[in-house]
């Protein structure tokens, strides 16, 4: 895979997003000769992506960079099944209302690394529900399913790895492969689309679509797919000691989002910086030499680029300021995460177990009492050693709140109203 002529295929290659392709030097050749659309399919199992979802959600943004025409493709319709890859059961099935209201939610954040029109370059939202929705069995087990070995589907890694656990595997998710390699069929009728994208766990649905392709006569289709990535440590990405490192805002503020990537292991720097960021190259090997105290700052501009890409360039940089003042000045930053909470109860006193819990900061009183136990709460700065700790109207700062710590990372702001 090296030696890529094409913008596209050479930038993934020097930033690391590569695993496998299905043919190096046509799919290089025709992305040289002309600009190619190519898509990447989301499924709408939640409201939200999280952080592992950006590696496929940066191949577009670069495909789009190096002139190409990405598709991000919302499956309306396989969604009504659910993908089985590599899963121990069958997903919940959702309603077709819970997954209108889940594909809503997902496309405020393709807005931030992608630019949708009508211009030939411009990127488009699609969802599969538009042409599986109406399919009618008889005539696509006709024309479309006698195009597919189920000896050979079951040779798939998704599929087999399941059957030899002896855990059931559905006919209605064994349908999933063969709508999934439709999806590639229409997309090259409709629009031309010529590559499909994804996670390394995706290779067998992928082939199965350049597969049909060839027999139903489009184009030669191609796969890309990208390493399933892990932290130094071997954590899987997007989630972190708190659950999921949402996408969208409501559910992960641009600040919880920025520590994120700011508490980034030492290991990892570099080849997130090469995956998750926009930065030259030179300038990417520039900061990896540095080491000691300055990998903190390198962090730091991890954090800062990946939020801006996300939430915007002035959410990233106030995340930045709001954490330098509240890690490097002890200051309260106006820009933390804040809950409010009516006058009267401070006036009454509320328990401190209970508001910590409110605040998101723990998931019950219990989990709270081992964290006074260990040293880990500080309320306005000074350290708490009582569980029975009230918090009152006297705990209001001149600021106006009352801050909330949880270890040296973890601060809400409480405020009176």
């Known amino acids: 895979m090296a030696g890529f002529k094409s913008d596209f295929l050479h930038t993934l290659a020097e930033r690391g997003f590569i695993q496998q392709t299905s043919d190096d030097e046509a799919l290089d050749r025709l992305l040289q000769k002309e600009s190619v659309t190519g898509y990447i399919g989301f499924d709408p199992t939640a409201a939200s992506l999280h952080a592992g979802s950006l590696i496929q959600i940066m191949l577009l943004y670069w495909f789009q960079r190096t002139g190409h025409r990405p598709i991000s493709l919302m499956g309306g319709g396989t969604g009504m099944i659910g993908d089985p890859s590599f899963k121990d059961d069958a997903r919940q099935l959702m309603t077709p209302q819970r997954i209108a209201e889940n594909i809503a939610s997902l496309k405020r954040v393709f807005s931030s690394y992608l630019t949708y029109g009508e211009a030939p370059g411009d990127a488009l939202m699609l969802d599969n529900a538009e042409w599986l929705s109406g399919i009618e069995y008889i005539p696509f087990l006709r024309d479309v399913g006698r195009h597919f070995s189920v ?187 804040t809950i409010e909470v009516p006058s009267s109860e401070l006036e009454a006193g509320v328990g401190m177990l209970a508001l910590y819990v409110r605040a998101g900061l723990a998931a019950s009183n219990g989990e709270m009492r081992r964290h006074v136990k260990g040293g880990a709460v500080r309320i306005n700065d000074d350290a708490v050693s009582d569980d029975q700790r009230v918090i009152g109207a006297d705990d209001v700062s001149s600021d106006g709140v009352v801050k909330l710590s949880l270890g040296k990372k973890k601060h809400v702001l409480v405020r009176p109203v």
């Open 151 to 337: 000896n050979r589907m079951l040779s798939f890694d998704s599929v087999r790895l399941r059957l030899d656990r002896e855990q059931s595997l559905s006919f209605l998710e064994f349908n999933y492969m063969i709508l999934q390699a439709y999806d590639f069929v229409e997309l090259s009728r409709r629009h031309d689309c010529r590559l499909q994208m994804g996670g390394s766990d995706q290779w067998g649905n992928i082939v199965n679509g350049i597969d049909l392709g060839h027999r139903m006569g489009t184009p030669q289709l191609f796969a890309l797919t990208s390493p399933l990535l892990t932290t130094a440590s071997g954590a899987k990405m997007g989630k972190s000691a708190d659950g999921a490192v949402w996408l969208n805002s409501e559910l992960l503020s641009a600040y919880d989002f920025w520590q994120y990537w700011r508490n980034t292991e030492d290991a990892d720097v570099s080849r997130f910086l090469k995956l998750y960021t926009p930065l030259p190259i030179d300038e990417i090997e520039r900061l990896s030499t540095l080491g000691g105290s300055e990998i903190n700052e390198v962090k730091k501009v991890l954090a800062t680029e990946v939020t801006a890409l996300l939430h915007g360039r002035h959410a990233a940089e106030e995340a930045a300021e709001t954490a330098r003042k509240t890690f490097e000045e002890g200051a309260f930053a106006s820009t933390l995460p």
